[in-house]
């Protein structure tokens, strides 16, 4: 497979290249221009020539037949006899084969073109640089007056919120959503994929605030009126009409809509830099009920502990239709995978290990400038007194 696939990349005259720091490298091949802009959207402008052979191959065709295909589950999953095929992530209709067996080592991706996005490339990504004894963490990152911050958590705990405060006070971006971290705790690499902004994150950065349309922002002012309007009813007989009941029904979908996607260099000022640092500081968020924000120091091996869990969550959607593929060939299975576990958790020990770390407590939503305020002494590049900031 892997002769054929490097003899067809040598002899194709449409290629895009995208060199994830050195670490991976991706080939697009016959890719249209949305197709290129969908991978960008996912990856940031990695645009650059290899000067290797690519570790994922992506492969583009304006059709994908899938000849006496099985289906499992309702059309999530499908295969034929000697291919699977990726029908529906996130309850979008998508058509995609891949070879789940072939992970770890060079792989082919078909995808049929113009997807949004193509399923799976950021998990399929996050596993393979554990070949490279790199691990890919669920956090954001910058640079704070010449210091490295790790910044990571579960899901919605306040990573992003907290590299936006730091952002409104002049840090240098590194990355947000997913961070690689080298084994040797000496790198932190970024993948500038686009950042989602709520409309209460724009009360703290008036800046970017003026950066965004003016139908998203009458859209915003509408939504938020309506919300208003349907709390102000009380329960009781009222709120039985039908018209109330339809609207309070929709209120969780338009909620949904209070976010507009920007560019990471939109957002910063002094635009993209290395997308690299030294993780010199790590800090835990961790969202709660008490009003206030509280930092103290925390154990960074117990971080990695609980960060692990946060590792193989976000992994739960690859994994679901890895388990199809293996149940569609029961004779098939992919060792690297089902090793991956124990990979990720030597080296994000070995990464955090000995790493000045802190606990961030705070409640959500919270102030930009309070999260800020609190969270700047320990970001200095040395700490006198680590203790708790009430």
């Not at 936006?164 to 002049?170: S, T």
């Not at 990979?343 to 930009?368: G, M």
Request: glycine content about 6%; charged content about 25%.
């Amino acid at each position: 497979m892997t002769s054929r696939t490097n003899s067809q990349c040598s002899t194709n005259p449409q290629q895009i290249d995208f060199d994830i720091h050195g670490l991976v490298g991706i080939r697009l091949i016959n890719p249209s221009p949305s197709d290129v802009a969908a991978v960008s959207e996912q990856l940031g402008p990695l645009q650059s020539p290899l000067s290797r052979e690519p570790d994922l191959i992506i492969r583009f065709v304006e059709s994908l037949p899938t000849p006496r295909i099985r289906y499992l589950g309702l059309h999530q999953d499908g295969f034929t006899d000697d291919e699977f095929f990726v029908l529906e992530t996130k309850k979008k209709e998508t058509k995609v084969r891949i070879a789940f067996d072939q992970i770890g080592q060079q792989c082919e991706v078909v995808c049929q073109s113009g997807l949004p996005r193509v399923p799976l490339l950021m998990a399929i990504l996050n596993l393979t640089v554990l070949k490279k004894d790199c691990v890919a963490l669920h956090a954001s990152a910058f640079i704070y007056n010449g210091t490295g911050v790790l910044v990571t958590g579960w899901a919605k705990a306040g990573k992003t919120e907290a590299l936006l405060a730091f952002a409104a006070q002049g840090a240098e971006y590194v990355g947000d959503e997913w961070i690689i971290l080298s084994g040797d705790g000496q790198k932190m690499y970024g993948i500038p994929e686009s950042i989602h902004l709520w409309d209460w994150h724009l009360q703290f950065l008036p800046e970017v605030r003026s950066r965004v349309g003016r139908e998203d922002l009458l859209l915003f002012k509408r939504i938020q009126w309506i919300d208003k309007i349907q709390r102000k009813i009380p329960n009781g007989k009222l709120s039985q009409f039908l018209p109330v009941k339809y609207l309070r029904r929709a209120m969780p979908a338009l909620r949904r809509q209070l976010h507009v996607t920007m560019e990471p260099q939109t957002i910063f000022n002094r635009g993209l830099g290395t997308l690299q640092a030294k993780p010199e500081k790590v800090f835990l968020m961790i969202n709660h009920e008490d009003p206030g924000v509280y930092v103290e120091p925390s154990d960074p091996l117990g971080i990695a502990n609980q960060m692990i869990s946060s590792i193989r969550y976000e992994l739960l959607p690859f994994m679901a239709h890895y388990l199809a593929f293996k149940f569609a060939f029961p004779e098939k299975r992919n060792e690297f995978i089902e090793s991956a576990e124990e990979l990720q958790y030597d080296i994000l020990c070995r990464a955090l290990a000995r790493k000045e770390a802190y606990t961030v407590w705070h409640r959500y939503p919270f102030s930009f400038d309070e999260l800020y305020e609190r969270m700047r002494p320990f970001c200095a590049s040395t700490v006198a007194e680590p203790i708790s900031c009430a």
